[in-house]
């Protein structure tokens, strides 16, 4: 039967209808893309004068800028949305009704590797490893902002321009309304509770019943979240609970690899997906980094677009199973 589930971190609702994906057609599925022509790939290894000047590379050896032998090479996006410099938008009439500020801050392409493929899921692990690295570096490096978004598009279906696999930073001099939400629900269950973290309970009442996990090593925790605004929708969580993603410790790159691996083991192809780190916002007390991976094998309709209320035909527990079977 169908559910209204609750999110626990966002608070937003998702009808989780699993029936739905039996009737004719309903059933996710993905085409596997056509092959990265590398002679048009501005992002593989040799191709490093078709971006502009490289930010930072991580090299075997040490080597020149902007030169072949990089492991994961980081450059300003060719066509930003932030600028340092933005211009101060000219003032309205009626600002009460039509305000706007500088579009400040930064932007930035992360290559993930120099290897020509679509998707995180068909590097080495070695290889995700270093590049979530890389990710948690480049975060470190815009401290100074009031939040840090670190996303990936895979496919041009989830958005990507270039299919060469890649991240790419935000540098926001705000908080998101999504993520300020997500810290409020924090503090919240943190006073309810004598400090205990939302996420950490989460995780560990997800452990006991153990039919929303997927895989769990070491580092993390990889689970369907009981809420899934998507089929097949992923969450990687740190075993042990930490504010932030560029701090020291594990970034469940190898788990993450793992899960991406599995889902295009299921599905016959990587998927079009999106991918983002949640990290604590600056100044936030109580809060827990995760990765969430949406893979985009349904489109949003009538009812997502007008109601923000999201309508998953796949239930995650059904998800979850099929994916330790994968």
């Known amino acids: 039967m169908p559910e209204i589930r609750l999110d626990p971190l966002s608070g937003l609702k998702t009808i989780v209808a699993g029936e739905r994906s039996r009737r004719p057609g309903g059933e996710p599925t993905c085409q596997p893309p056509e092959p990265i022509d590398r002679e048009r790939d501005p992002f593989a290894e040799g191709h490093e ?62 290559i993930n590797g120099p290897q020509p493929v679509l998707s995180l899921a068909e590097l080495p692990a070695e290889q995700v490893i270093c590049a979530a690295d890389v990710w948690r570096s480049r975060m470190r490096s815009h401290n100074e902002c009031a939040y840090v978004q670190l996303i990936v598009n895979e496919r041009r279906e989830a958005g990507a321009s270039l299919p060469h696999t890649h991240a790419q930073l935000y540098g926001l001099g705000f908080v998101p309304a999504d993520v300020a939400r997500e810290r409020e629900r924090f503090a919240a269950h ?26 769990i090593d070491d580092e993390a925790v990889l689970l369907a979240p009981y809420a899934s605004r998507l089929p097949f929708q992923l969450m ?9 993603f560029e701090d020291d410790g594990p970034t469940g790159a190898a788990l993450l690899h793992d899960g991406l691996c599995r889902l295009a083991r299921h ?36 009812l997502e677009l007008s109601t923000g209320v999201s309508l998953n035909i796949v239930a995650p527990e059904h998800a979850a199973a099929l994916l330790r079977q994968a």
């Open 190 to 215: 943190a006073n309810r509770t004598m400090g205990q973290n939302l996420l950490e309970e989460l995780v560990a009442e997800e452990v006991r019943l153990g039919e929303r996990i997927v895989a």
């Open 49 to 110: 004068n078709r971006t502009p000047p490289e930010l930072y590379a991580l090299r075997e050896a040490s080597g020149e800028r902007d030169t072949p032998g990089w492991r994961v090479r980081v450059v300003p996006n060719l066509y930003p949305a932030l600028e340092p410099d933005g211009a101060t938008p000219e003032p309205q009439a009626r600002p009460e009704l039509f305000s706007a500020l500088a579009a400040r801050g930064a932007h930035e392409v992360i």
């Open 236 to 244: 990687l969580v740190p075993r042990a609970p930490r504010a932030r």
């Open 267 to 302: 599905l016959g192809s990587s998927p079009p997906l999106n991918l983002w780190v949640r990290t604590a916002p600056r100044g936030a007390e109580h809060f827990c980094w995760r990765i969430d991976v949406l893979p985009r094998l349904t489109h949003l309709a009538g």
